[in-house]
């Protein structure tokens, strides 16, 4: 996307992504052995933009897996991925950011000594020429206002000082930093690993209304989570993965806990 | 907490001018103060305490003939401390300075008294000498994966060694080279000590006003009119009352601009350039960096080979000083001074936090405790256990610091 200023939804992800013109990733027979381990076994997976697609399963299930291949962390032994209805080698994870695929993880990879909006641009720095060829400096000034557009796009409301040190920020504002830069660098399907794990209540709620936004502006979310009652509030579809396998699909309308939980424990074939 | 994230958030203009208070309590310090962001303050209060310590004991310390030589004293130390800011910055430390600026002065000894390179060739050499050894220990370190404590460590041996062999039997090059000697040894005549200090009063100042109505064009919170007054009246009459003092005597020693020029280099550096952004960020949380795309190796090579660079200016500053490179150039105390000069200038040795006026800062810490007592005629054995406790007293201030930025996390 370009850099242009003016376009203030640019940050927030493409809005014009059709909803209903089949998935925007797909996975189809997705196979990862790891010596005598066979993490995932012939998983299909799919979300469309505009959707919060929640991935359960017990400790094991191979969820990490999964989205570490669709991150480019782990290639797979078999299978297709396609991107946008095209096939795609995503061999390296700078590759699946290239194509649009951004991942949070638990441990959320922010610098503390550095402020808001300079981890927000990390890596991706806007430059000013000062001497054509040889002299570039920061611009400061720009990255500031993108990085407030982007987190009032997004409805963030938690951070009252963008230049704040990061150190300085509570558990739900650094993960709301985190995932407002996934949603900000040109993406189009955001995985979230467990964004809530080590957060309060409030904070908890602070970031599932995020992943909200993130629907809202058109983005496929991937969302890993232990948390059920989570997962219920927000997921627009939820798929069990059991010892590599995908077990069950449910529609959030219409299904209980209990059932996932039996789907997840395989207290139940589904 | 629970309901707000449902409400439409406030209007863009409305967050940035509810921001103003605030920001101007974090730019006025006080926010920053509470979380554990010291910058510079204790070392000025320090300075300011050795100062009036000092002129108690010994009337001719804050003479302008004393404050000159003081500045020359220092500009070898401060220089290559410069270069341990960005190490410091980065997280890792070099160890190996000392003896990189002790072989880069034997070097330049060398290279000009016994070769007969002119001048300037000797000195493009030697500063290339330094940097490609930097660069090795940058290059040791970031690929074959040995902390550069060790790297740096062996670096502190083996070049000494190297050192002694370059300057061979006789252990001294005295080098009466009138250009080389110029460096340390001459001053700016008084005119252009005015032109100097008021033009670099009046291009910070510049800098200062240009980004407030930058950031207020721009619809941000822009530091209060009050603040900038404030910080514009200091740095001119800092900028005065340096030039005024040092002319009173021979004028600006030409070895205080050298230091002062690199200073405010890398200050731009550090701060303005994406390289700069990248040193910190390696330096907060190198993993973050890597997984933005921070070429991390590059970053530390680049960085080790700025140290060494720093360390051979460092030496060629000692040679001019001394008019002699000898096998004690760059030893002794010499490697610890100058760390210990960016620490206490309030460069974090955790990594991350600090700024090349540090080293600046605290050079002049240790170098004028290191003159008074001089002055007081005090043995070298108080001198030592004078800068140890300055150290520990220096490192103990951020280590607070440190603990009360973890707690204002909230």
């Given at each position: 996307?370009?850099?242009?200023?003016?376009n203030?939804?640019e940050?927030s992800g493409p809005?014009t992504a059709s909803?209903?013109r089949g998935?925007i990733?797909?996975?189809?027979g997705?196979?990862?052995?790891?010596g005598?381990v066979q993490?995932?076994?012939d998983?299909d997976f799919e979300?469309?933009?505009?959707?919060v697609v929640?991935?359960?399963?017990d400790?094991?299930?191979?969820?990490?897996?999964l989205?570490?291949?669709i991150?480019g962390?782990?290639?797979?032994?078999?299978?297709?991925?396609?991107?946008e209805?095209r096939?795609?080698?995503?061999?390296a994870p700078?590759?699946?950011?290239q194509?649009?695929i951004e991942?949070?993880y638990?441990d959320?990879?922010l610098?503390?000594?550095l402020d808001?909006v300079q981890?927000?641009f990390?890596?991706?720095?806007?430059?000013t020429s000062?001497v054509p060829?040889?002299?570039r400096?920061?611009s400061?000034?720009e990255m500031?206002?993108?990085s407030?557009?982007?987190?009032?796009?997004?409805?963030v409301?938690?951070?009252?000082?963008?230049?704040?040190?990061?150190?300085a920020l509570?558990?739900?504002?650094?993960?709301?930093v985190?995932?407002?830069r996934?949603?900000?660098?040109?993406s189009?399907?955001?995985?979230?690993?467990?964004?809530t794990?080590?957060l309060g209540?409030?904070?908890?709620a602070?970031?599932l209304a995020l992943v909200q936004?993130?629907?809202?502006?058109?983005?496929?979310?991937?969302?890993?989570?232990?948390?059920?009652?989570?997962?219920f509030?927000v997921?627009?579809r939820?798929?069990?993965?059991?010892l590599?396998?995908?077990?069950?699909?449910?529609?959030?309308r219409s299904?209980?806990?209990e059932?996932?939980?039996?789907?997840?424990?395989?207290?139940?074939?589904? | 907490m629970?309901?707000?994230?449902?409400?439409?958030?406030?209007s863009?203009?409305a967050?940035r001018?509810g921001?103003?208070l605030?920001?101007f309590?974090?730019?006025?310090g006080?926010?920053?103060w509470?979380?554990?962001?010291?910058?510079?303050?204790?070392?000025?209060?320090g300075l300011?305490?050795?100062?009036v310590y000092f002129?108690?004991?010994?009337?001719?310390?804050?003479?302008?003939r004393?404050?000159?030589?003081?500045i020359?004293q220092?500009?070898?130390t401060?220089?290559?401390?410069?270069?341990i800011?960005?190490v410091l910055l980065?997280?890792?430390?070099?160890?190996s300075?000392?003896?990189v600026?002790?072989?880069?002065?034997?070097?330049?000894g060398?290279?000009?008294?016994n070769?007969?390179?002119?001048?300037w060739?000797?000195?493009?050499?030697t500063?290339?000498?330094?940097a490609?050894?930097g660069a090795?220990?940058?290059?040791?370190?970031?690929?074959v994966?040995v902390?550069?404590?060790?790297v740096t460590l062996?670096?502190?041996?083996a070049?000494?060694?190297?050192?002694l062999?370059v300057?061979?039997?006789?252990?001294?090059?005295?080098?009466?080279n009138?250009y080389?000697g110029?460096?340390?040894?001459?001053?700016?005549?008084?005119?252009?000590?005015?032109?100097l200090g008021l033009?670099a009063?009046?291009v910070?100042?510049?800098?200062?006003?240009?980004?407030?109505?930058r950031?207020?064009h721009?619809?941000?919170?822009?530091s209060?009119?009050?603040?900038?007054?404030?910080?514009s009246?200091?740095?001119?009459?800092?900028?005065i009352?340096?030039?005024?003092?040092l002319?009173?005597?021979?004028?600006?020693?030409?070895?205080g601009l050298?230091?002062?020029?690199?200073?405010?280099f890398?200050?731009?550096?550090?701060?303005r350039?994406r390289?700069?952004?990248y040193?910190?960020?390696?330096?907060?949380?190198?993993?973050a960096?890597?997984?933005?795309?921070?070429?991390?190796?590059?970053i530390?090579?680049?960085?080790?080979?700025l140290?060494g660079?720093m360390a051979?200016?460092?030496?060629?500053?000692?040679?001019?000083?001394?008019?002699?490179?000898?096998?004690?150039?760059?030893?002794?105390?010499?490697?610890?001074?100058?760390?210990?000069?960016?620490?206490?200038g309030?460069?974090s040795?955790?990594?991350?936090?600090?700024?090349?006026?540090?080293?600046?800062?605290?050079?002049?810490?240790?170098g004028s405790?290191?003159?008074g007592?001089?002055?007081m005629?005090q043995?070298?054995?108080?001198?030592y256990?004078?800068?140890?406790?300055?150290?520990l007293?220096a490192?103990?201030?951020?280590?607070v610091a440190?603990?009360s930025?973890?707690?204002a996390?909230?």
């Amino acid at each position: 996307m370009s850099a242009s200023r003016g376009n203030r939804d640019e940050g927030s992800g493409p809005t014009t992504a059709s909803l209903g013109r089949g998935p925007i990733l797909e996975l189809r027979g997705i196979s990862k052995r790891f010596g005598a381990v066979q993490a995932l076994t012939d998983v299909d997976f799919e979300v469309s933009a505009g959707e919060v697609v929640a991935l359960v399963g017990d400790n094991g299930a191979g969820k990490s897996t999964l989205v570490k291949c669709i991150a480019g962390t782990h290639a797979p032994d078999a299978g297709a991925i396609l991107f946008e209805g095209r096939e795609v080698h995503i061999h390296a994870p700078n590759e699946a950011t290239q194509l649009g695929i951004e991942s949070v993880y638990q441990d959320l990879a922010l610098c503390d000594n550095l402020d808001v909006v300079q981890n927000m641009f990390l890596g991706r720095e806007r430059l000013t020429s000062v001497v054509p060829p040889i002299l570039r400096t920061l611009s400061e000034l720009e990255m500031e206002r993108r990085s407030l557009d982007v987190l009032e796009t997004l409805s963030v409301t938690t951070i009252a000082n963008v230049r704040e040190k990061v150190a300085a920020l509570s558990g739900g504002q650094r993960q709301s930093v985190a995932i407002s830069r996934a949603a900000m660098r040109n993406s189009k399907v955001v995985i979230l690993d467990e964004p809530t794990a080590a957060l309060g209540v409030a904070q908890s709620a602070q970031v599932l209304a995020l992943v909200q936004q993130l629907r809202e502006h058109g983005l496929g979310v991937i969302l890993i989570s232990h948390n059920l009652q989570e997962v219920f509030s927000v997921a627009d579809r939820i798929i069990v993965l059991r010892l590599g396998r995908r077990v069950a699909t449910f529609k959030h309308r219409s299904t209980t806990p209990e059932d996932v939980v039996a789907a997840i424990t395989g207290a139940r074939a589904s | 907490m629970n309901p707000a994230h449902r409400q439409r958030p406030p209007s863009l203009r409305a967050r940035r001018v509810g921001m103003t208070l605030r920001t101007f309590l974090s730019h006025s310090g006080i926010q920053r103060w509470r979380q554990g962001e010291l910058g510079i303050l204790p070392v000025v209060f320090g300075l300011v305490v050795i100062a009036v310590y000092f002129q108690s004991q010994q009337p001719t310390f804050l003479s302008a003939r004393n404050l000159s030589n003081l500045i020359v004293q220092i500009a070898a130390t401060g220089s290559v401390a410069v270069g341990i800011v960005l190490v410091l910055l980065l997280g890792e430390i070099d160890l190996s300075v000392g003896s990189v600026s002790g072989l880069c002065s034997a070097l330049l000894g060398v290279l000009i008294v016994n070769r007969g390179l002119p001048w300037w060739l000797a000195i493009l050499a030697t500063l290339v000498t330094g940097a490609m050894i930097g660069a090795l220990h940058g290059a040791w370190f970031a690929f074959v994966g040995v902390p550069s404590f060790v790297v740096t460590l062996a670096g502190f041996l083996a070049w000494q060694g190297v050192q002694l062999s370059v300057l061979g039997p006789t252990g001294t090059v005295n080098v009466f080279n009138p250009y080389i000697g110029k460096i340390a040894q001459s001053f700016l005549p008084g005119p252009w000590g005015w032109v100097l200090g008021l033009g670099a009063a009046g291009v910070s100042m510049t800098v200062f006003w240009v980004a407030r109505v930058r950031r207020r064009h721009a619809g941000l919170a822009a530091s209060a009119s009050v603040a900038l007054a404030a910080r514009s009246i200091l740095v001119l009459a800092i900028g005065i009352s340096s030039v005024e003092i040092l002319n009173r005597f021979r004028g600006v020693p030409t070895a205080g601009l050298i230091l002062f020029g690199l200073v405010v280099f890398f200050s731009f550096v550090t701060t303005r350039t994406r390289f700069g952004r990248y040193i910190f960020a390696i330096g907060g949380n190198a993993e973050a960096a890597r997984r933005a795309g921070v070429n991390v190796s590059g970053i530390r090579i680049a960085v080790f080979t700025l140290a060494g660079l720093m360390a051979a200016a460092g030496g060629i500053i000692f040679v001019s000083r001394l008019t002699a490179a000898s096998t004690q150039t760059g030893g002794g105390t010499f490697l610890l001074e100058a760390i210990a000069a960016a620490v206490i200038g309030g460069t974090s040795l955790f990594g991350g936090r600090g700024s090349p006026w540090s080293a600046l800062l605290g050079s002049l810490v240790i170098g004028s405790v290191s003159n008074g007592l001089d002055l007081m005629a005090q043995p070298p054995e108080i001198k030592y256990i004078v800068e140890g406790a300055i150290l520990l007293a220096a490192v103990s201030v951020d280590a607070v610091a440190r603990r009360s930025r973890a707690a204002a996390g909230r």
